[in-house]
């Protein structure tokens, strides 16, 4: 436009010039060179509202590709209408009045060499000439075209759950639930090519349960040995409970004031029972002093010998009912005599008893936290290395067994509908086990192996209802969260790069939680971006895991 002023200003001066000269030829020169003047300057003003429309066309396709590529990678749109919408995004955009649109096409690519996906879309219009039509032009033609390009970056997504007790109130399971697969559901629609998106799903109270499978997690841990030891508040039980060889099949169960329970069989869990059954097991069920259950029975043996014990005499009330052992069947007491001479006795029989631990079969799947300062780490757990590994337990809370990578969409939202709340709170267990299935390691959870074409993004989106209240090591809150955010600043820093979304649902009206730091400190990222998100209403749960799954969706999209 600049050069139209220009040759403007120039024809203007050499009129002015024509109208002040005297001489006569000046005029013919003048009709001489006007036509052409006139024709170079009419030229220039159709090709500048050409090149102005041409570049109007341009930004509207750079917009339309864009919509199209953020449209299908969210699942809004299939390939097959790409095109359609293409012509509708671009007819609003477009805002060129003075050209004539003759074609819009869009062109989708799935995947070509270089394992990136493409949307290109290609326009082509014309503007009719004021001046140039006289030179046989009577339009002026363009085209141009916009690339999307997305698919070289794949995404991984560890879900880490609080499944504590508290969750049971304020409707907030029922609100974790349905916020958590909807965010399975939007994610899975970004799985345009098998590998794009994978997530797993990491349930935690004080331990995380890792399941029971062999070759697989059950070959990484460690702790044994505790797990199959006796219970320490009877250990050695003659000096526990009195009479304890006279325990045996019908006896009333040795255990029920000293903090736990029988059960009826060998199996953590089973349903507690007041006698010895006639199998002769004694089996300790749940401590309720540390909530785990006993892993073994006492086997008692007959060693064929007895005594009497005399239980009254000469009471109007002396009876069977004062037995030495409360419980014992009636066939054991019998009393001779009345009134002054009345005298009853109870015969007692001795039995040997032998610790028997149950079957490692019988593991639940539950871990505690492993050795400091392997607990702030996702190194991988080592074949032989105790250190290494996350220490087994019989958690009576032990909660649903966590699911590891996986594109199984169905499968996943089932594993969030089989959650339910109990238990402590120890996120930083549950993070642990979030890194660990992001990482590609050959143990213990083994994700899929990342494929070299690609550049993968691995996101740990961390849900709790509360402060930390208990781990391996203390029930010190203070104390668990420095460890925590130790291991939060491991697992953003390379070679892990894991962008930590945080959440914290934080719904009492009467005696609210105080906003968590180490939840605030976890969601920090290393660019400085904040990731904390605290909600005040079960209800609100559902918008907040949005946002999160809003910046996952982003698209990373070139032209």
């Known amino acids: 436009m600049m050069f139209c002023a220009s040759v403007t200003r120039h024809v203007r001066e050499a009129i002015r010039r024509f109208a002040a000269s005297n001489q006569g030829n000046i005029a013919v020169i003048f009709a001489i060179t006007l036509v052409p003047l006139i024709s170079f300057v009419g030229a220039a003003i159709d090709y500048s509202r050409a090149n102005r429309a041409r570049s109007t066309m341009q930004a509207a396709l750079d917009s339309t590709a864009l919509m199209l590529s953020k449209d299908f990678n969210e699942g809004r749109i299939t390939a097959s209408e790409i095109e359609a919408k293409a012509k509708i995004y671009f007819a609003e955009l477009y805002t060129n009045k003075d050209s004539t649109v003759t074609s819009v096409e869009a062109t989708y690519t799935p995947k070509d060499s270089s394992g990136a996906s493409n949307v290109v879309v290609t326009g082509s219009g014309y503007v009719i000439s004021d001046f140039i039509k006289i030179a046989g032009y009577p339009q002026l033609n363009f085209k141009t075209d916009a690339t999307a390009s997305w698919g070289t970056a794949r995404m991984r997504v560890a879900m ?63 702790g044994w040995a505790a797990w199959e030891a006796e219970p320490a508040a009877i250990v050695p039980p003659a000096d526990k409970i009195t009479n304890w060889k006279n325990y045996g099949p ?63 005499t000469g009471s109007s009330g002396c009876s069977c009912n004062n037995a030495a052992i409360d419980g014992v069947g009636s066939g054991d007491c019998s009393c001779t005599g009345s009134g002054s001479s009345k005298v009853c006795k109870q015969t007692l029989r001795d039995y040997d008893h032998t610790w028997q631990p149950n079957l490692r079969s019988t593991w639940n799947g539950c871990v505690k936290d492993r050795e400091q300062n392997y607990d702030t780490t996702i190194d991988e757990p080592k074949l032989g290395d105790a250190a290494t590994q996350f220490v087994v337990e019989q958690y009576k809370d032990c909660p649903k067994a966590l699911t590891p990578m996986s594109n199984q969409w169905t499968a996943l939202t089932t594993s969030i509908d089989a959650l339910s709340p109990a238990g402590n709170t120890n996120q930083q267990i549950g993070a642990a086990w979030g890194g660990l299935s992001l990482s590609v390691q050959k143990a213990p959870l083994f994700p899929p192996a990342k494929d070299s074409g690609y550049t993968y993004n691995d996101y740990l989106v961390l849900v709790s209802d509360g402060i930390n209240t208990e781990n391996r090591f203390s029930n010190k809150s203070w104390e668990i969260d420095a460890r925590q955010k130790m291991l939060c600043d491991n697992l953003k820093k390379a070679p892990h790069n894991i962008k930590i979304f945080a959440l914290q649902i934080n719904t009492s009206t009467t005696n609210p939680d105080p906003i968590s730091a180490v939840l605030q400190d976890c969601g920090k990222g290393t660019d400085g971006t904040d990731n904390f998100q605290m909600i005040t209403s079960a209800a609100d749960t559902a918008s907040a895991f949005q946002n999160i799954t809003t910046q996952l969706s982003k698209l990373r999209v070139t032209r």
Do not use: H
């Open 160 to 222: 880490v759950l609080d499944v504590t007790g508290s969750m049971a109130s304020d409707n907030k399971m029922p609100n974790l639930k349905t916020a958590a697969k909807d965010m399975i559901t939007t994610l899975s629609k970004l799985n345009k090519i098998t590998g794009d998106v994978y997530i797993s799903i990491i349930p935690f109270s004080r331990d995380v349960n890792i399941g029971t499978g062999s070759p697989g997690p059950a070959d990484w841990v460690t």
């Open 250 to 312: 019908g006896s009333a169960c040795p255990f029920r004031n000293k903090k736990f329970q029988c059960v009826e069989t060998r199996v953590s869990g089973s349903n507690q029972t007041n006698k010895i059954p006639n199998s002769g097991d004694i089996c300790p069920g749940v401590d309720s002093g540390t909530t785990n259950y006993y892993n073994g029975c006492y086997t008692s043996v007959y060693k064929g010998t007895s005594s009497d014990v005399t239980l009254c």
